[in-house]
């Protein structure tokens, strides 16, 4: 199909009367629309509290096993008796 025979089909359809729509389908729509807006903040604000969450728990273990400090030697026994 060559450009000209598109804009014709094109225009053919745009002359045609549009198709009726049935009278609940704008509500049913609305409705899942609604529906879905409403799941999805719902997801939205619990994968923020689960990342909260995880910072919170990721600064509690840190502060209390405190990777960052150096682990007392072990290799040499201790000196007693000098």
Do not use: D, H, K
Not at 14 to 27: D, F, H, I
Not at 47 to 60: H, P, R, T
């Amino acid at each position: 199909m060559n450009q000209p025979e598109r804009e014709a089909a094109v225009r053919r359809m745009l002359e045609r009367t549009p198709p009726v729509v049935p009278p609940g389908l704008y509500a049913e729509a609305v409705r899942r629309g609604g529906r879905m807006q409403r799941r999805r903040t719902a997801a939205r604000r619990l994968l923020w509290c689960v990342l909260i969450a995880a910072a919170v728990a990721f600064v509690v273990w840190a502060s209390l096993a405190r990777p960052w400090v150096e682990p007392p030697s072990e290799t040499t026994p201790p000196l007693t008796g000098w």
